[in-house]
Each structure stands twice: as C-alpha cells, then as structure tokens.
C-alpha cells in the first residue's frame, strides 16, 4: 500500500515527492519511478481513485506477466513450450503471491521477461528499452535481469546483452544520483543489515508440483542443444546463486530473489512438459 | 493437472491475501486524508494510511534509505506496548508526530505480533480524534 501511497501523491501534486512515506517521511524519495508515475497517468487519465486503479493495474500486469513467458517460451522452444510455460506460470504459487499485490515487482516481471525475449530474439533496440524500464521500475527485478543478461552475455557470447546491461545499469544508477546525490549502493540500511529470509522447503513447493514434475524431463532436450537453452539455463543459473546468495557469504534478499528462480524452474519445466508432449505425439498416443 | 494445483495454489496463497486490517481501519484512513502530520502506527495500519491518505508513518513501507529505521520500529513496539502515559508521550514528541493509531487488533512494528496497551491513552493528555468500532486514532489534546 505504500507504493499506491506515493501513486497518490503524484495524482494530487503532479509531481513525484521529494521525501518517502516511508518510516517517518524523513528521507528522499529514492525508488524508481517508472511503476509509480505509469499507474498514477492511468489513475488521472481513467479519473479511478489510485487505490482501484493500483489493484486493477495488478490483474493486468500479471495477466502482462503470462504473456510475456508465453512469448519467451515460444522464442526458446516453440509454441508448446509457450503455451505449457503460461500454464505452469499462473498455477505456481509462488509466483502468484509476488504476482497478485499493488507493488513495482509485479510490473517489472513482465518487462524483464520481454528483455529476455527481445535479446533472444536479437532486437537490441527492443531489449534496451524493456531493460532500462525494468532497471526505472523496480530495482530487485533490475538486479536478476543484470545477472541473467551477463551470464547469457557469457554463455552465449552474445555482446548485445551485454549492451542492454549496460544500458540497464545507467539507467538505474542516474536515477539513483538524481535521487540521492550518490551511487552508493552497499550503505542502503536493508543491504547494509542483510534483510532476508532463509529459503525453506516450503519455499520449494511453492515453485509449483507439476513445474518441479516436469523439470527432469527438459534436461535430454537442453544437453541434445544447449546452445538454443542458453537464455532458459542463463535465467536458472543467475537465478540459483541469487536466490542462494548466503553460499558466498552475502544473505540478502534470498526470499525475495527466489521468486525469480521460480520463474526459470517453470520455464525449465515447461520445456520438459512440451517433451512430454513431443513424445506423445510421435508414438501417435495422445 | 488443475484439479492438483488448485487446491495447493489455494493452501499456499491464502495466507497472503489476509489483509490483516480491518474494514474499520479503512474507514479511518481515510479520514486521515483529510489531516496533516505523522501517524504513529504499526507496518499494517501505517502502510494503509500512507496507501489511502498519503501520509507518513513511523514504521511501514520501504526502510533502504532511512539509518533510523531499527530505532523507529523499536519505538514504535514501545509505544504500543508501554503501559506509561508519559512513555508514550515522549516517544510521540520524538518524533513530533499527530495521531496515533490504535485498532481492534494485534499489532506488528517490526519486532513481532504483540497485543497493544491502550490504557495508557486514557491520560487526559490525549484525546480521541477519530473512533468506529474497529480503530480509535488519538492526539494529544492541546493546551492553548
């Protein structure tokens, strides 16, 4: 609600506010703007109070968010692994509890999956533009698209990714001067503190039961052509030691970056359902 | 498949969408929009002032830039648990704040769920600002 605070404010004053809400309202506002300014057009522009219009905006960009692993799916695998990739997307739970509260992540989910699709499908324009809006929305979305692109950069040997990070990553860090007068990122109290939370088994069953069912079955298809996966096994791996970032000592966010390794898992998973499906349909037993 | 999922989607979301608050605290939010300062609240009933009324509260939203946000949410679970009028009173004039917000509930300020002491509010310095059924919001009554 504290984000639809701020959507509010910039509907009365028509500016963004100086100062947070935030405990106290003592300090700069210093979040990215991108979520906030676009519900805040949508709540003047519809005439909707931003509370309704925060909640409505959710539905659509978590039906947005659908979409844009459909069309990640289909870049990567064809149009079964797309459609298996929605399929498991909406019955996760994980995903739907990061998917279903007025706040920016829900927004820069599907912007980040697009940069993904428009690097893997080699439209640089398209994917700088999906990258800095993730990276002007929300900054821990901002951080696995910043991952995933530089290990697929690297795996893929792949220089445009590394132009979109680029381009993600001064975006992000101009704002932050604007904001803050600084680029320091490491004296921000919920890093300096390590906020986190462990990651726990049921943290596993909230991937899904059938995106961990069917994930083994996509490993035969990765190894016959891992080139053609390396976005999906980019996206896994970043995910993983994000998600699992207490291995190097570091322990923030864990809870929060997991989301996003559940969101490579029912990709994987996907991949494996549609194999399924393949071998269905080439012994003509549907 | 769905006939499988749905009913886990269902275990694993629905504690998520407790919306903690009550619709009494709505309500009070937003009457709050209609005031000016800082609320002393938990994280719940803060967030819904800030997200209905578009004020500040002590504790609730995003602490990453705020050095004093542990000393505040230790305030704040003082505050409400305190049984000391004057306690109280010298927590609200720390921070300057208006109101402060007490609700037919338990309360989170970031250092567990914890049953408020409102008894303490019955000091004849404080005064009723606003109450329904589910909420009262206090200030402190004013001496001129």
């Known amino acids: ?286 | 498949m769905i006939a499988v999922a749905l009913p886990a989607l269902d275990y694993h979301v629905s504690p998520w969408l407790n919306p903690v608050v009550l619709p009494g605290e709505v309500e009070a939010a937003k009457w709050a929009h209609g005031t000016t300062g800082l609320f002393l609240a938990d994280i719940f009933g803060g967030e819904l002032v800030m997200g209905f009324a578009g004020k500040p509260s002590l504790v609730g939203g995003d602490w990453a830039a705020n050095a004093r946000a542990p000393e505040q949410m230790s305030d704040m679970h003082e505050f409400y648990l305190t049984d000391s009028a004057d306690k109280a009173i010298s927590i609200w004039q720390k921070y300057n704040a208006s109101y402060a917000w007490f609700p037919s509930r338990q309360v989170y300020a970031g250092y567990g769920w914890i049953t408020l002491n409102e008894d303490k509010m019955g000091d004849p310095r404080f005064e009723i600002a606003y109450s329904n059924s589910e909420v009262r919001v206090y200030k402190l009554r004013s001496t001129s």
């Open chain 1, 1 to 286: 609600m504290y984000h639809t605070g701020i959507i509010r404010l910039i509907t009365e004053a028509g500016a963004l506010p100086l100062y947070d809400l935030s405990y106290g309202g003592f300090t700069k506002s210093f979040y990215v703007p991108a979520y906030r300014m676009f519900v805040a057009s949508l709540s003047l522009i519809s005439g909707t109070d931003p509370a309704t219009t925060a909640a409505l905006a959710t539905i659509a960009f978590g039906v947005a968010a659908a979409a844009a692993i459909y069309l990640l799916g289909r870049e990567i695998g064809g149009e079964w692994v797309g459609v298996c990739a929605a399929f498991l997307f909406v019955l996760s739970p994980e995903i739907t509890i990061y998917t279903i509260r007025p706040f920016p992540e829900v927004l820069g989910i599907p912007l980040m999956l697009l940069a993904f699709y428009f690097v893997v499908k080699q439209r640089l324009g398209l994917a700088i533009i999906a990258s800095v809006l993730t990276a002007l929305t929300h900054q821990t979305t901002a951080v696995v698209l910043g991952a995933v692109l530089l290990v697929y950069g690297l795996l893929a040997r792949d220089k445009k990714s590394f132009v979109a990070l680029a381009c993600a990553a001064a975006a992000y860090f101009a704002w932050q001067l604007v904001s803050l007068n600084s680029l320091d990122i490491l004296s921000m109290r919920q890093i300096a503190l390590k906020e986190s939370g462990a990651i726990t088994l049921s943290h596993i069953e909230r991937i899904g039961a059938f995106a961990l069912l069917f994930a083994p079955f996509a490993l035969p298809a990765i190894a016959r052509d891992w080139k053609k996966h390396a976005m999906t096994l980019s996206f896994l791996v970043a995910t993983l030691l994000l998600a699992k970032n207490d291995w190097f000592g570091i322990g923030i966010f864990n809870d929060r970056l997991f989301t996003y390794f559940a969101i490579a898992a029912v990709l994987v998973g996907a991949i494996g359902l549609a194999e399924i499906w393949k071998a269905l349909e080439a012994t003509e037993w549907k």
